[in-house]
């Protein structure tokens, strides 16, 4: 006998904050479906009531907003990448979209539901915690942004109560002229990554890092900032052995510490971390321009 649950279709984010209060962790938020309905065919999410958010308003939109692009939460990945607006404010989002399972995924898919069910190897996720990109978070109590290094807390787990709905991600524009790269292995076009790698490059006039951002999927629990490496970074120019020695570093951090799975080893993935994030640097490079 398949899970028995009650549905409720909220039409506001209002009434939708009202059942996630009144049901606790009983609630599940059912928005493209495309990592819960898996998790109920499996039995591994069990939620007593399904609140479906697909009809609520205005959380389709994508806009520009002071120096921010604001990505609604139902948000579908197939619009994500077709959005000229993403294009242009933040090429590394754009980047990444593409590679999100296959094209019935991303027709159902939402961004809202990609950040919140937090996989740690997700495109997504490991997007917004390269660009620092904060979550709007509505609940009984108002709204509140929390940024990406606060949000991922853990595997599959975020910092959202359970009486608070995510309704937008909000992403720093990326500077024209910026570099940016997304790189992951995975063993077919689709599939889960194994590993991934985030980065963004701003290079001066006389072609020093001005800025750098990379971040690492399959690294931990929670998709992580190389804060070290990109300190390497900036002021230098990007030769290979400066890029070299920048995703060795990334790969043998701290706080760096990744698991043996059925798809890989630890050991192999660390050794593919660094691959993978001296391939995105590579590519962020060659793609910059120096600024006048």
Not at 28 to 37: E, M, T
Not at 125 to 133: E, F, I, Q, R, S
Not at 134 to 158: E, I, Q
Not at 211 to 228: F, N, Q, Y
């Amino acid at each position: 006998m398949g899970a028995t649950f009650e549905y409720r279709a909220a039409t506001s984010v209002e009434e939708a904050v009202d059942i996630l209060t009144k049901n606790g962790d009983e609630a599940k938020v059912l928005a493209g479906g495309q990592s819960l309905v898996p998790l109920l065919n499996l039995g591994l999410a069990q939620p007593g009531m399904l609140v479906d958010i697909n009809s609520i308003p205005g959380l389709d939109g994508i806009q520009e907003v002071n120096g921010s692009l604001a990505v609604g939460a139902l948000v579908r990945h197939a619009v994500a990448e077709q959005s000229e607006v993403i294009r242009r404010a933040c090429p590394l989002l754009a980047d990444a979209v593409p590679l999100i399972g296959d094209r019935q995924v991303r027709n159902r898919g939402t961004l809202g539901g990609s950040i919140s069910h937090a996989d740690p190897v997700a495109e997504l996720p490991t997007v917004a915690t390269c660009l620092d990109a904060k979550m709007r978070l509505d609940g009984p109590n108002g709204s509140r942004d929390v940024p990406a290094s606060d949000f991922f807390v853990g595997y599959w787990t975020t910092a959202a109560e359970p009486n608070e709905l995510l309704t937008a991600v909000w992403f720093p524009t990326i500077p024209a002229g910026a570099g940016v790269s997304f790189q992951e292995l995975v063993r077919r076009k689709g599939d889960f990554a194994i590993v991934a790698a985030a980065a963004v490059l701003q290079l001066g006039p006389d072609r020093t890092c001005r800025d750098a951002h990379l971040a690492l999927a399959g690294a931990a629990s929670t998709p992580i900032r190389a804060r070290a490496a990109e300190g390497m970074l900036r002021g230098k120019v990007l030769s290979s052995d400066v890029i070299g020695a920048a995703a060795a570093a990334a790969a043998q951090a701290d706080d760096v510490d990744p698991q043996s799975d059925v798809l890989a080893s630890a050991d192999y993935r660390r050794a593919m971390l660094e691959v993978f994030a001296r391939r995105a640097l590579t590519e962020a490079a060659d793609r910059a321009v120096p600024s006048q």
